[in-house]
């Protein structure tokens, strides 16, 4: 249990740090008056007085965490931090004579921190502006990673930093250095992320939104994270403008942003587009997009301009695993909703703010197969799995193998689990898709003009662990099932 001590005593400091956060909304109710400022304090001050209490009280347990502190670490973040964030809901909503169930409370915190988008609440446009703001900042928190932040900041506080960036590092590359120190690393990906988020909430504010609703779809839209202050979502704007910046930016932050930061910090943009995952993502999105609107187009669901104004939009938004919508899409051809719920799945990079598989486990799936077609017909041929112009390392391989048996054992067992609850199998299986993958729609009974609410609370539980689960890309959480695992 010792061993435990650095590890929570490093969670502390990362709540007092999330309280702070908290000074946002708090600011925000201040000033717009929404009536619910006074519940601000007591979610700063209880969070931050049990970080406190953590910091302070195992300060003298300072250590270099080892590669399975950060395996520990992580996972308590995503499973802890989430009880913090429900409190301005719990304390908000009860202010206003609105009640939210401690399940529902934590799905939605869940919901916003992984960035999935996939909400249990109604009226939204009728909530207090605070709330609103919380909700959707919890996506931007989340979208380029707490403990990524918590490395360029937590030095100062003498956290080494390398075994939370590998273990809060989306994809099966985690030690590629960007510089000589991580501290660095983080701090230039958070500036990259904070100067898309900038340009993003000019560009909204400029198109005509109000202030706080640019400022609220920024979070969603570079987050990749898709929750709306609005219960219409984008449809509120009814924009053909505002839906084309979203699309940009949409687009922007499914790519891996070190290479933004590699490309701004050499002063060069060649690199950039010679990446073989960034070329395979932008690819998919955008061919996805017109084959959807091409189908919608052939089969008269809308004329060619509307085919492309939606198609594009809607592919981009759910296969980026963000979920902004302008029309319900279950009324479209069958084909085109299970499309884009299936890109989802790989239609991102790693270093994104996206979610699911990854482009690049894809690409090396598939090199691996061309590898193993061209060995039954030349057995002793020597061909090595390249990517761009490096060989993919057999330990990287045999790690995206069982990172994808892993990926599909956990959404068959969840998807009989819920079948088990009586859940219909489309409604079943697209819910444990989307919150695996951290998109939020799905199918059935939660496509886009309904929500979670639907689901009973033992079903929400379940899509909370398969979001959890998503986020923490599995292997993690799977590895402190091991017995092996805890052995020192």
């Given at each position: 249990?010792?061993?435990?001590?650095?590890?929570?005593?490093?969670?502390?400091?990362?709540?007092?740090?999330?309280?702070?956060?908290?000074?946002?909304?708090?600011?925000?109710?201040?000033?717009?008056?929404?009536?619910?400022?006074?519940?601000?304090?007591?979610?700063?001050?209880?969070?931050?007085?049990?970080?406190?209490?953590?910091?302070?009280?195992?300060?003298?347990?300072?250590?270099?965490?080892?590669?399975?502190?950060?395996?520990?670490?992580?996972?308590?973040?995503?499973?802890?931090?989430?009880?913090?964030?429900?409190?301005?809901?719990?304390?908000?909503?009860?202010?206003?004579?609105?009640?939210?169930?401690?399940?529902?409370?934590?799905?939605?915190?869940?919901?916003?921190?992984?960035?999935?988008?996939?909400?249990?609440?109604?009226?939204?446009?009728?909530?207090?502006?605070?709330?609103?703001?919380?909700?959707?900042?919890?996506?931007?928190?989340?979208?380029?990673?707490?403990?990524?932040?918590?490395?360029?900041?937590?030095?100062?506080?003498?956290?080494?930093?390398?075994?939370?960036?590998?273990?809060?590092?989306?994809?099966?590359?985690?030690?590629?250095?960007?510089?000589?120190?991580?501290?660095?690393?983080?701090?230039?990906?958070?500036?990259?992320?904070?100067?898309?988020?900038?340009?993003?909430?000019?560009?909204?504010?400029?198109?005509?939104?109000?202030?706080?609703?640019?400022?609220?779809?920024?979070?969603?839209?570079?987050?990749?994270?898709?929750?709306?202050?609005?219960?219409?979502?984008?449809?509120?704007?009814?924009?053909?403008?505002?839906?084309?910046?979203?699309?940009?930016?949409?687009?922007?932050?499914?790519?891996?942003?070190?290479?933004?930061?590699?490309?701004?910090?050499?002063?060069?943009?060649?690199?950039?587009?010679?990446?073989?995952?960034?070329?395979?993502?932008?690819?998919?999105l955008l061919g996805?997009?017109?084959?959807?609107?091409?189908?919608?187009?052939?089969?008269?669901?809308?004329?060619?301009?509307?085919?492309?104004?939606?198609?594009?939009?809607?592919?981009?938004?759910?296969?980026?695993?963000?979920?902004?919508?302008?029309?319900?899409?279950?009324?479209?051809?069958?084909?085109?909703?299970?499309?884009?719920?299936?890109?989802?799945?790989?239609?991102?990079?790693?270093?994104?703010?996206?979610?699911?598989?990854?482009?690049?486990?894809?690409?090396?799936?598939?090199?691996?197969?061309?590898?193993?077609?061209?060995?039954?017909?030349?057995?002793?041929?020597?061909?090595?799995?390249?990517?761009?112009?490096?060989?993919?390392?057999?330990?990287?391989?045999?790690?995206?193998?069982?990172?994808?048996?892993?990926?599909?054992?956990?959404?068959?067992?969840?998807?009989?689990?819920?079948?088990?609850?009586?859940?219909?199998?489309?409604?079943?299986?697209?819910?444990?898709?989307?919150?695996?993958?951290?998109?939020?729609?799905?199918?059935?009974?939660l496509g886009p003009?309904?929500n979670y609410a639907?689901?009973?609370?033992?079903?929400?539980?379940?899509?909370?662990?398969?979001?959890?689960?998503?986020?923490?890309?599995?292997?993690?959480?799977?590895?402190?099932?091991?017995?092996?695992?805890?052995?020192?």
């Open positions: 249990m010792r061993d435990l001590f650095p590890v929570l005593r490093v969670l502390g400091m990362l709540m007092v740090m999330f309280a702070l956060s908290m000074l946002l909304p708090f600011a925000v109710s201040w000033f717009a008056d929404d009536g619910i400022w006074r519940i601000y304090p007591w979610a700063i001050g209880i969070t931050a007085a049990v970080g406190l209490s953590l910091w302070v009280g195992l300060d003298h347990f300072r250590r270099e965490l080892q590669p399975r502190h950060g395996v520990i670490l992580v996972t308590l973040v995503w499973v802890v931090l989430p009880l913090c964030a429900m409190l301005p809901l719990v304390l908000g909503l009860g202010h206003v004579g609105l009640s939210i169930s401690f399940t529902h409370a934590y799905f939605e915190a869940v919901s916003g921190l992984t960035t999935t988008g996939a909400t249990v609440l109604t009226g939204l446009d009728a909530l207090p502006v605070s709330i609103n703001v919380w909700r959707t900042f919890l996506q931007w928190l989340g979208g380029m990673g707490i403990l990524i932040l918590a490395v360029a900041i937590l030095p100062l506080l003498g956290v080494g930093g390398a075994q939370l960036f590998r273990a809060e590092a989306a994809g099966p590359i985690k030690d590629t250095k960007l510089t000589p120190r991580m501290t660095e690393t983080a701090k230039g990906l958070w500036g990259v992320y904070g100067v898309f988020s900038l340009a993003c909430a000019l560009a909204f504010w400029a198109a005509g939104m109000e202030p706080l609703d640019a400022l609220m779809h920024m979070f969603a839209t570079v987050s990749l994270g898709g929750l709306s202050s609005h219960d219409a979502s984008f449809a509120y704007f009814d924009s053909p403008l505002i839906e084309l910046i979203a699309l940009v930016f949409m687009l922007l932050a499914s790519c891996n942003f070190a290479l933004y930061f590699v490309a701004m910090r050499k002063g060069r943009w060649d690199g950039f587009w010679r990446d073989p995952e960034m070329r395979a993502t932008l690819a998919v996805g997009g017109l084959i959807v609107a091409l189908l919608l187009w052939a089969k008269g669901v809308y004329g060619p301009v509307e085919a492309l104004r939606y198609g594009i939009f809607h592919v981009v938004s759910v296969a980026t695993t963000t979920g902004f919508t302008t029309v319900d899409y279950l009324s479209w051809p069958v084909f085109a909703p299970v499309l884009m719920l299936l890109l989802s799945g790989v239609a991102t990079s790693a270093g994104s703010t996206g979610g699911g598989i990854k482009m690049v486990r894809m690409l090396i799936l598939l090199k691996q197969a061309r590898r193993e077609l061209t060995r039954l017909v030349h057995p002793r041929a020597m061909q090595p799995v390249r990517l761009g112009n490096g060989v993919v390392d057999d330990r990287m391989i045999f790690s995206v193998l069982a990172f994808m048996l892993v990926y599909g054992a956990t959404v068959i067992t969840l998807s009989m689990v819920l079948l088990l609850t009586d859940l219909d199998p489309v409604t079943a299986f697209s819910a444990v898709l989307a919150s695996v993958h951290c998109t939020g729609p799905g199918l059935g009974a003009s309904s639907v689901l009973t609370d033992f079903q929400t539980w379940i899509c909370t662990l398969a979001m959890l689960l998503g986020r923490l890309e599995i292997l993690s959480f799977m590895a402190l099932l091991s017995p092996a695992f805890w052995r020192r």
